[in-house]
């Protein structure tokens, strides 16, 4: 269904399409009719990539029925989770969320790009706060594997971003499968510049304190994973690793978009400001992955995101150290059928 839908969606505005197609699938998801998705009738199951013992994952301590998740930033506040679970993810990451509601740059800021299957996003966390995030969580059916991406607000000085951070792993804590740490966005200003080592290893003792204590008070442990950018030389990576070592951090997602757009050459959009994502971020993404994954020596578990746009890009992270990956962009472009056929292609590789 996806193929006939896609070049009406495509004449639309992005951002007017992305609330469009996730109110449809609401709809589709309520009235249980989730199979019109699929091209042929299934009513026996209502999901779309169905998983079996063969795809089941473990992440962070955490069992996933398959390793395709949903990378953060397509439901920032929670809205469409069960709508979401419908088409077949292993889990699904929302957010990112601040501790409160922000409006988010001025619109235009997202850009279809299909000819190089890409996006540029300049959003800025665009979202309604962790109080409603949580509430939107409580109020779904999904009892899956649920990670929650926390931010801070734009207009919190970076001095204090560390309480932001924790406002936000508290309030997340009791409802989140796990938590990811988003240092990466470039529409923040200044949040890269928490990847630096110093930086980082303060921002992470913090939060893993803190995550010590919470699992005490709840007595239950809720993993921590950091999300890394892909502009990012050897000798940042390297110190990445050592830092994420030493805080004993659960995971880490690479990557983030790129705010390299040279590989645009003279697009007409290769001169907006914001994150590249898509086809042209894979190599620089499985880059850091494949660094990082040799550095770490699966001390850390690794979950691969950026430029999946078939299950041979899948399968390739997979080769490089992932042990789960996620997508955005390429659902984008590919629709719902590229969960399946990443799915498939990981299961292939066990
Ligand atoms: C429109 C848009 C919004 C995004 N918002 C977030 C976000 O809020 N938090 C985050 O960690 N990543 C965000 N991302 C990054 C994605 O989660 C992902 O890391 C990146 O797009 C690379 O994967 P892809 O090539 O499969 O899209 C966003 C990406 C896009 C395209």
Not at 203 to 220: E, F, G, I
Not at 244 to 253: C, E, M, V
Request: proline share 5%; net charge neutral; aromatic share 6%.
């Amino acid at each position: 269904m996806y193929p006939i839908i896609k070049p009406l969606l495509f004449q639309l505005d992005p951002e007017t399409t992305h609330h469009l197609t996730l109110k449809c699938l609401r709809l589709l998801h309520r009235y249980h009719c989730g199979f019109l998705l699929k091209g042929k009738h299934n009513h026996a199951n209502n999901t779309l990539a169905e998983s079996d013992s063969s795809s089941t994952t473990t992440l962070m301590g955490l069992t996933l029925p398959n390793p395709i998740g949903l990378a953060a930033g397509l439901d920032k506040n929670g809205e469409y989770i069960d709508a979401l679970a419908m088409l077949g993810f292993g889990f699904i990451e929302v957010g990112t969320v601040t501790p409160l509601p922000q409006a988010g740059n001025p619109k235009p800021r997202l850009f279809r790009l299909p000819s190089q299957q890409a996006i540029i996003n300049r959003m800025g966390f665009n979202n309604y706060g962790i109080d409603t995030l949580i509430n939107n969580i409580a109020n779904s059916q999904y009892r899956g594997v649920l990670g929650i991406n926390i931010g801070k607000n734009a207009a919190t000085p970076m001095e204090k971003a560390v309480d932001d951070y924790l406002i936000c792993l508290e309030k997340a804590y009791p409802y989140a499968s796990y938590i990811t740490v988003n240092i990466s966005s470039p529409n923040t200003r200044n949040l890269r510049s928490l990847q630096s080592a110093s930086e980082l290893d303060r921002l992470l003792n913090h939060l893993k304190n803190r995550q010590a204590q919470l699992a005490t008070q709840q007595s239950r442990y809720v993993p921590i994973a950091i999300k890394i950018a892909p502009d990012l030389d050897e000798e940042q990576i390297a110190a990445i690793a050592d830092v994420a070592l030493n805080t004993q951090i659960d995971g880490i997602i690479a990557t983030n978009t790129t705010i390299d757009k040279t590989v645009l050459g003279n697009h007409k959009f290769a001169q907006e400001e914001g994150g590249l994502s898509g086809l042209p971020v894979q190599t620089q993404s499985n880059h850091v992955l494949h660094h990082l994954s040799a550095l770490l020596n699966s001390q850390i578990p690794l979950i691969g995101v950026g430029g999946i746009t078939s299950g041979a890009d899948a399968a390739e992270k997979i080769r490089l150290g992932a042990t789960a990956l996620q997508l955005y962009s390429g659902l984008i472009f590919r629709g719902p059928q590229l969960i399946k056929e990443c799915v498939n292609a990981c299961c292939q590789l066990k």
